[in-house]
């Protein structure tokens, strides 16, 4: 049986891995949005690699992390954020990329800068594609968490797997539920996060 601060330990290292992993993609990856609107290069560079990692096994980006940089708590940030970088990107870019264009043109005739363009028309306009990404993304960052238990991250992870190697039904379940409740909790608050930062008028 898990101890209660064993579980309690590892859902606060499960919670920390998959926030920060989920934080550092998103700083990432709205940038390179932003800058992919300017150069239709770079945008296809990003796309590709993207989609080129997407494409890759989450277990063997798990793995492969091993002989690369070895094991602990920052290859699996690096390996859960190869996988959850595409999701975010690709739905930024698209949101900021289907803006009418004779509403940019208006803007910018009535004197707006880029950035005020970007601020108020372009990223409001991608919140609902955007956050469908987000949400994808720390979906996905959630469940590869527990693979990175393997290459000794830690969380909840560990105790599934410790329930799947002694065919203990019990502990598999003490790590499981809490993981699956987490994925819960995810979607609802990226939800929420979503309907309070979108125009009334942008929502469904």
Not at 92 to 110: F, Q, R
Not at 145 to 170: D, M, R
């Amino acid at each position: 049986m898990v101890a209660i601060e064993t579980l309690i330990e590892a859902t606060l290292e499960h919670i920390v891995l998959v926030y920060t992993t989920l934080f550092i993609s998103i700083v990432i990856s709205i940038p390179l949005a932003f800058m992919s609107l300017y150069s239709k290069k770079l945008a296809f560079v990003v796309m590709r690699f993207a989609n080129l990692v997407q494409a890759v096994p989450s277990f063997a980006v798990v793995a492969i992390m091993v002989p690369l940089i070895g094991i602990g708590f920052t290859p699996a940030v690096i390996a859960i954020m190869l996988r959850a970088l595409l999701p975010i990107i690709k739905n930024t870019y698209i949101g900021l990329s289907n803006v009418d264009p004779a509403l940019i043109d208006y803007a910018e005739g009535v004197g707006l800068s880029q950035w005020q363009i970007h601020r108020h028309i372009r990223l409001p306009n991608a919140y609902p594609a955007m956050f469908a990404g987000i949400k994808f993304a720390a979906i996905l960052a959630n469940s590869i968490a527990v693979l990175t238990a393997f290459i000794g991250s830690g969380g909840l992870g560990e105790i599934i797997f410790q329930g799947l190697i002694g065919y203990n039904t019990k502990t598999l379940l003490i790590g499981a539920i809490p993981a699956i409740g987490l994925a819960i909790l995810i979607e609802l608050s990226f939800t929420l996060l979503e309907k309070k930062l979108t125009p009334a008028h942008m929502r469904e």
